[in-house]
């Protein structure tokens, strides 16, 4: 995974925008991000991880448009809308190749995660982050998560500012 500053460009979404300027691993910690490299012909090695962190249950996603047919433009920018959810978001790249935005805090600047095959990210509950494909226009991914998912996007705003998950998130990143 490569992160870096998006450059806030207007243009289309699925272009790189690297703005040059990379973010170091401490940053991402800093903000609650885990990533692991895992190839993905050492699957097993997701089941370690699975198990540590006590991800129970999987699903597979996939993001094309013959994968997501009539749902593929809603979905796609309902991706892009910047959101939070009340769970961890936890995706395991298989195949292709997306981007996952997240904000800093407090710069409130966008950070471009570039995922590719074998790329494992976990964003905490709470953290504003958008998504969306590549040039290439595809990526199946492992989803993994505890008990039912609660993946409904909140989008940001005054109320979801307030959202008790988005509270204790920011709490958990405090510098103290
Ligand atoms: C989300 O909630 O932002 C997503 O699930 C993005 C797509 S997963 C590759
Ligand atoms: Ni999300």
Request: hydrophobic share 35%; net charge negative.
């Amino acid at each position: 995974m490569r992160a870096f500053y998006f450059d806030n460009i207007p243009g289309d979404q699925r272009l790189l925008h690297d703005s040059g300027n990379p973010v170091s691993d401490d940053i991402l910690k800093s903000i609650g991000l885990l990533h692991w490299h895992i190839p993905t012909n050492q699957q097993n090695q997701i089941d370690t991880v699975a198990k540590e962190r006590n991800y129970k249950n999987r699903d597979t996603i996939t993001i094309t448009k013959q994968g997501l047919g009539d749902l593929y433009e809603t979905k796609l920018k309902s991706f892009y809308e910047e959101h939070m959810h009340e769970d961890e978001e936890i995706r395991y790249i298989l195949e292709g190749s997306g981007f996952f935005d997240v904000r800093e805090h407090p710069t409130d600047s966008w950070i471009r995660c570039q995922l590719d095959a074998g790329d494992l990210l976990v964003l905490p509950a709470g953290i504003y982050h958008r998504f969306t494909l590549d040039e290439n226009n595809m990526i199946k991914a492992l989803r993994l998560f505890k008990d039912e998912p609660k993946w409904t996007p909140i989008n940001r705003g005054d109320l979801t500012d307030v959202n008790p998950y988005r509270v204790d998130y920011l709490k958990s990143i405090a510098v103290t």
